[in-house]
């Protein structure tokens, strides 16, 4: 009898990224703490891959599609649980970071989907995923929600993640007079000479999440707001071997404060986190 992929663990996604840098950065420290700092979200990634874990058939190979792949890390490691693995990102991310992908057996491609559509036929997918990307779109997302929907199988699905903008730090950032937008160093210097700028154009509230995809005709079978896990971001913060605990819990606590509140507003059913969850279908 087939047996069902095992279900995706923190530690294996620890891998994927040790993996990665000695592929893509062996002699590069500064890429090296880029890479294994992806440890830090990795509880939207893994939660993701459970899903589809949970909701695949052990018979049949799931068909995945990862758009703004990057690095890679979510391919690889579906492609190790017996996914059939595809990705796409922008031709200069290709160009630095598809090697990894390719080598693990990934079909990754360069794709501007702000201007082009997914280089891949019609219902070619059970699942696509979309994480942390709408945001950084310069123009409405509603074209590429209809490619996604294009690719898609009958009944495949869309999971989406993106930045609650009413999250409560985003509120009360508002109430003491501080800004919801990207840094504005980043945004004024860092990024002068980059066209289009390459941070968060459009944040989105959950009710507008669920009226682009049912827009699309795409239905929505689940839209929550949730925040990234504890265990990533304490992972990330025990990478650093220097000085002690309460000091680097202190320079850690943009990640580890809200995933640590983030289990208290779980528990109580209230919708103050950081992060936008989405699962929407392809009607069959």
């Excluded at 595809?86 to 031709?91: G, H, N």
């Excluded at 997302?141 to 495949?156: F, S």
């Excluded at 289990?263 to 699962?279: D, E, K, M």
Aim: hydrophobic content about 40%; glycine content about 6%; overall charge neutral.
């Amino acid at each position: 009898m087939p047996q069902a992929p095992p279900n995706p663990t923190l530690e294996g996604f620890d891998e994927v990224l040790k993996s990665l840098v000695q592929e893509l950065s062996p002699n590069d420290p500064r890429g090296e703490a880029w890479i294994l700092s992806s440890i830090a979200a990795a509880g939207v990634k893994l939660r993701t891959l459970q899903f589809i874990v949970e909701h695949s058939s052990p018979e049949i190979s799931p068909a995945l599609l990862d758009i703004g792949a990057q690095i890679g890390s979510l391919v690889i490691y579906a492609a190790q649980l017996g996914m059939r693995s595809s990705a796409v990102d922008l031709p200069d991310f290709f160009e630095k970071f598809a090697k990894a992908s390719l080598k693990c057996g990934v079909d990754y491609r360069p794709c501007d989907i702000t201007t082009s559509p997914l280089p891949f036929a019609d219902r070619s997918f059970d699942y696509v995923t979309y994480l942390d990307v709408i945001e950084h779109h310069p123009h409405s997302p509603k074209r590429v929600l209809e490619e996604i929907r294009r690719v898609l199988k009958p009944g495949g699905c869309v999971i989406i993640s993106t930045p609650n903008q009413a999250s409560i730090y985003n509120r009360i950032r508002l109430l003491t007079g501080g800004s919801v937008a990207d840094p504005f160093d980043y945004f004024f210097e860092r990024t002068a000479q980059m066209t289009p700028y390459p941070g968060h154009h459009r944040e989105y509230v959950k009710a507008e999440l669920q009226s682009a995809l049912a827009a699309c005709e795409l239905r929505v079978l689940e839209c929550q707001v949730i925040d990234e896990d504890l265990r990533p971001a304490l992972m990330h913060m025990r990478r650093e071997r220097n000085g002690r605990f309460f000091p680097r819990l202190w320079r850690h606590r943009k990640d580890v404060g809200p995933a640590a509140l983030g289990q208290i507003w779980s528990l109580i059913g209230l919708p103050f986190g950081r992060v936008l969850w989405a699962i929407a279908e392809k009607e069959r």
